[in-house]
């Protein structure tokens, strides 16, 4: 999934930074790149996460606009697709693990982005106050 902020003004590295910190809290495995626009987290989880989806976010600024999107690899949906054809065979266990890993996907992307939308809140917040409260130069 995708969002885009109109005028939003934070900074990058920081809101970056509060993204790892999301997921290092959760147990995650967390890799950064920066990049040209921005930077690109590959998030790795754990087995007991139950996710077998390696997760990329990718935090882009432009003038105009900011971007976030969390993508997931194609793992979970594969084993549910090809665990459901191989049911027959006892591929009833690839279909739940796919299903579950969807699942536990599905919940941590919903909190992922409850998250960041309080975030981009509050880094908002905090820099039109700090930009008040600074001293004018005279």
Not at 57 to 68: D, P
Request: charge should be neutral; charged fraction near 25%.
């Amino acid at each position: 999934m995708k969002s885009e902020w109109k005028t939003v003004s934070v900074d990058l590295s920081v809101l970056t930074e509060k993204i790892v910190e999301f997921f290092s809290s959760r147990d995650f495995t967390v890799l950064v790149d920066k990049s040209e626009k921005g930077f690109r987290c590959t998030i790795i989880p754990k087995i007991h996460h139950r996710i077998l989806d390696k997760i990329t976010v990718n935090v882009c600024k432009t003038a105009e606009n900011l971007t976030i999107e969390f993508t997931a690899e194609n793992l979970s949906h594969s084993l549910v697709r090809y665990g459901n054809l191989l049911s027959l065979f006892g591929g009833g266990v690839i279909f739940l693990k796919g299903l579950k890993s969807k699942e536990e996907l599905e919940k941590l992307e919903e909190d992922f982005w409850w998250y960041v939308d309080q975030l981009i809140n509050h880094l908002q917040v905090t820099s039109r106050l700090s930009s008040k409260t600074s001293p004018n130069s005279s």
